[in-house]
């Protein structure tokens, strides 16, 4: 059974520019988070999706957007990257209809330089 | 807002030795309480979480925690740690009827001694 994926490990990007990260859930899994780790710090949640739509949203500007296919898979959307992006970026899936827990995949490491 | 409150930033233990990470909550009601470990480079994994029923929650790898309303403390222990225990600790808390949104503490690097 495969845990969540994430791709790419890692991204190295410039002031200015978009990027997009990607997630494939757990299998049996319907709910799609995103969460965003700075060095030193617990991570931030930005948003979350079921059913292709975003449900819930952090406090995060909207240069962060985000997809979800039928498929479940999810997409994080960073546009006009700013240095303060750099991060691992967190993708935990579950279950809607199950209990609270989340499953985290390995992350994305993010650098903007 | 909830929050989650780790007062440890860093703590050493020896080989063989008890350890206790604590943790402190913010909410109104009782949230649901988990405990996530990180190795360098690695996601998160689930330790343990509470939700009802028994105060005292039993996780992987050995370790417990326990719930205390009175207190709002959700205080991770284990009593005899590993090198391989090694690792950052985390916190977090999801509000009942919120979703499953997680909050999360700071982070306790724990540090084993041979």
């Known amino acids: 059974d495969a845990g969540v994926t994430q791709s790419p490990t890692h991204l190295i990007k410039t002031r200015g520019q978009q990027v997009t990260l990607r997630c494939s859930p757990k299998?049996?899994?319907?709910?799609v988070s995103w969460y965003q780790q700075a060095l030193g710090q617990g991570p931030q949640f930005i948003f979350q999706?079921?059913?292709?739509?975003?449900?819930q949203r952090g406090n995060f500007p909207d240069r962060f957007s985000g997809h979800q296919f039928p498929n479940y898979s999810s997409e994080l959307n960073v546009n006009a990257l700013l240095l303060g992006d750099s991060a691992l970026y967190l993708c935990?899936?579950?279950?809607?209809?199950?209990?609270?827990?989340?499953?985290f995949g390995p992350g994305t490491r993010l650098t903007v330089t | 807002a909830q929050s989650v409150t780790q007062p440890d930033i860093h703590i050493t233990v020896s080989e063989g030795a008890s350890l206790e990470l604590r943790c402190n909550y913010s909410?109104?009601?009782?949230?649901?309480l988990f405990w996530y470990v990180q190795s360098p480079g690695q996601g998160l994994q689930l330790l343990l979480k509470y939700f009802s029923g028994d105060t005292l929650v039993q996780g992987i790898k050995g370790f417990e925690a326990e719930f205390k309303r009175s207190q709002s403390s959700f205080n991770l222990r284990k009593p005899s740690v590993h090198w391989s225990d090694a690792a950052e600790y985390f916190c977090a808390v999801a509000i009942t009827g919120g979703g499953n949104k997680l909050t999360f503490g700071t982070g306790t690097q724990l540090k084993v001694e041979l």
């Open positions: 999706y079921y059913e292709e739509e975003e449900r």
């Open positions: 909410y109104g009601a009782t949230p649901y």
């Open positions: 935990a899936s579950s279950n809607r209809q199950g209990t609270y827990e989340q499953y």
């Open positions: 299998s049996g899994h319907d709910t």
